[in-house]
T-cell receptor, first 108, second 116 residues
Framework: QKEVEQDPGPLSVPEGAIVSLNCTYS??????FMWYRQYSRKGPELLMY????GNKEDGRFTAQVDKSSKYISLFIRDSQPSDSATYLC????????FGTGTRLQVFP | NAGVTQTPKFQVLKTGQSMTLQCAQD?????MSWYRQDPGMGLRLIHY???????DQGEVPNGYNVSRSTTEDFPLRLLSAAPSQTSVYFC???????????????FGEGSWLTVV
C-alpha cells in the first residue's frame, strides 16, 4: 500500500463547476500538506500549503486537511479552462512524499 | 530571475550511452534535488544536495551520479543508460529541505529522456 494515494483521473468538468480533488495517506508523521499544480510539459509549482488540520482559502482555491481521517482535499470554485492541469498532493513530516497526481480538464 | 533552468529539454539515448542533465538555479538556494516522474509512480527522489560539496542518495539513486561544486549548479549523470531510465526528470531547489517542513520547492521545466 502506498503511503499517499491519489486518484489519477482524468476528471472532466464544465467551466464554472466546483472541483474536488483528494488524497489519502497512512503516515501519521505528516504535518505539512501541499498541493502542486503541473501544466502539460511543465514542472510542478506550489499552489497551496497547509500546516496540520484545518482549512486554508486562497481566491477560488480551498485546501482542507482532516488528520483524524488522514484525508486532504483541494476545492476549486468557479473552475476555468486555465485550471486544466495535473494536481499533485504532497505531504511532509519524517519524509516528503508526492501523490501520483490527478489530471483535471475543464471544458468551456 | 530565471528560477531553475534545466537542459536539455528532450534527449534520446542508446542503451549504454552516458549523458549529463544540467541544472542551475539563481535563487541562492542551499537545497537542490533531482526527481524522476513516471506514470502511476509520482515524483521519486533520485539524489539531493544540502549545499556545495554535499550530496546524498534519495529513493531511486541506482544508475545516477551527482556532484555539487557550486551553490548554483547540480548536474545529474546517467552512467550507462538503460531503458528503465526512460522518464521525465525534474531538477528542484528550495531554501532548505522540504522534508519536515512546508518549504516551497521550485521545479525546473523538466527533461524528457528516452533510452532505446
Amino acid at each position: 500500500q502506498k503511503e499517499v494515494e491519489q486518484d489519477p483521473g482524468p476528471l472532466s468538468v464544465p467551466e464554472g463547476a466546483i472541483v474536488s480533488l483528494n488524497c489519502t495517506y497512512s503516515n501519521s508523521a505528516f504535518q505539512y500538506f501541499m498541493w502542486y499544480r503541473q501544466y502539460s510539459r511543465k514542472g510542478p509549482e506550489l499552489l497551496m500549503y497547509t500546516y496540520s488540520s484545518g482549512n486554508k482559502e486562497d481566491g477560488r482555491f480551498t485546501a482542507q486537511v482532516d488528520k483524524s481521517s488522514k484525508y486532504i482535499s483541494l476545492f476549486i470554485r468557479d473552475s476555468q479552462p486555465s485550471d486544466s492541469a495535473t494536481y499533485l498532493c504532497a505531504m511532509s513530516g519524517d519524509k516528503l512524499i508526492f501523490g501520483t497526481g490527478t489530471r483535471l480538464q475543464v471544458f468551456p | 530571475n530565471a528560477g531553475v533552468t534545466q537542459t536539455p529539454k528532450f534527449q534520446v539515448l542508446k542503451t549504454g550511452q552516458s549523458m549529463t542533465l544540467q541544472c542551475a538555479q539563481d535563487m541562492n538556494h542551499e537545497y537542490m534535488s533531482w526527481y524522476r516522474q513516471d506514470p502511476g509512480m509520482g515524483l521519486r527522489l533520485i539524489h539531493y544536495s544540502v549545499g556545495a560539496g554535499i550530496t546524498d542518495q534519495g529513493e531511486v539513486p541506482n544508475g545516477y551520479n551527482v556532484s555539487r561544486s557550486t551553490t548554483e549548479d547540480f548536474p545529474l549523470r546517467l552512467l550507462s543508460a538503460a531503458p528503465s531510465q526512460t522518464s521525465v526528470y525534474f531538477c528542484a531547489s528550495s531554501y532548505s529541505s522540504a522534508r519536515g517542513s512546508g518549504n516551497t520547492i521550485y521545479f525546473g521545466e523538466g527533461s524528457w529522456l528516452t533510452v532505446v
